[in-house]
């Protein structure tokens, strides 16, 4: 029995629906990784410290009060895919602006 053509414009379009709401999602999910989100630094280059002892929600704190990101919320959201909170390590950072949220957890 073969499929009506009204059948194929249906899975069509569902298709292109599909595809269309993956890019979209790819998209948002590029730009919360790998788009700069430190933009609003005062330099180009600025130092960031992490004394002993800090935890994860002192640092983002930290940066959030300092006002450098442009979305703390998108750099929560990879610091915490990255599983960063476990792992804060006190020292001193140098960042630079249009460093993505990548770069910076890293």
Not at 7 to 36: E, K, R
Request: hydrophobic letters at 40%; a positive charge; aromatic letters at 18%.
């Amino acid at each position: 029995m073969a499929i009506r053509k009204k059948t194929w414009y249906w899975i069509g379009g569902v298709a292109f629906l599909l595809l269309i709401s993956g890019g979209i999602v790819g998209y948002w999910l590029y730009s919360w990784i790998y788009l700069p989100n430190l933009v609003n630094a005062p330099e180009d280059k600025v130092y960031f410290y992490i004394p002993t002892g800090s935890k994860y929600e002192s640092v983002l704190y930290d940066l959030d009060t300092l006002g450098w990101l442009k979305s703390t919320k998108s750099f929560d959201w990879v610091a915490q895919k990255k599983e960063y909170p476990d792992f804060v390590k006190p020292g001193r950072y140098e960042l630079s602006k249009g460093m993505s949220n990548d770069s910076l957890v890293n």
